[in-house]
């Protein structure tokens, strides 16, 4: 059975901690799945770190889409959380609801995911009445950079930290299931986590939230053009698979791969009707 909205809620009552992370394609989510991980984000990031793009901005809905099919395929337990792309879903609610249902009729995906605070509470309401779950994501928001002035903390001074909170408030109420609070300060983080009934995702937000989500290239050492502050490196695979591919290619180089252990054979009287033709 399919992890469910009312699932990650009942984890927030339960004190139960909520691990998500992003994924981007079918053999990434099948691990991450099978490792039990309940929460799967089908992030924009992927702009970034899988299409080498310089901020989440440039992402298109095919895009999204693409990747969506394939984590669903990949992932047969979490719940799997699409990330609509900018400008998707700011401009009508019909857009929004429109864009929205590709990701949950065509792209398989559960719910989806969209940044904003009041500005979006509009469009949150309405797909949650139309059956979309639909999570938030306050704090800095990456399809905003342009207005924050960059990559930056978010709540730092009253002004903001109230109206964050505030934001949160009204996602509650718009309908939202969870909402990610991102580079958001740790005591800030808290206050809302203590405020909302419903679960906050942090990253970068201290560990008072009901859940963390971190993009799997971060976090396995694989996305290494930025390596943000609030990213743990469990792995070092960038470094790894650069020495495997080092590897092979000295050896294609030297000829000491492939062997006749990595290769197929054939009869030999066929190989002498060959050569005799
Ligand atoms: O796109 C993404 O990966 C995200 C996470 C950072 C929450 O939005």
Redesign the pocket.
Known sequence: MRVTITDIKEMKQRKEKIPML?AYDYVTAKMIDEAGVPLI?V???LGMVILGYES?IPVTMEEMLHHTKAVVRGAKKALIVG?MPFMTYHTSISDALYNAAKFIQEGGAQAV?LEGGEIVCDKVRRLTECGIPVMG?IGLT?QSIHQLGGFKAQGKTPEVAKRLLQDACILEEAGAFSI?L?CTPAPLSKLITQRVGIPTIG?GAGPDCDGQ?Q?ISDILGLYTDFVPKHAKQYAKLAVEIKAAVAEYTAEVKSESFPTMKESYTMDESLLTQLTAT
């Open positions: 992003t984000l992030g924009d990031s989440t990330d995911k994501h990456p990610v991102e990253i989500v993009v």
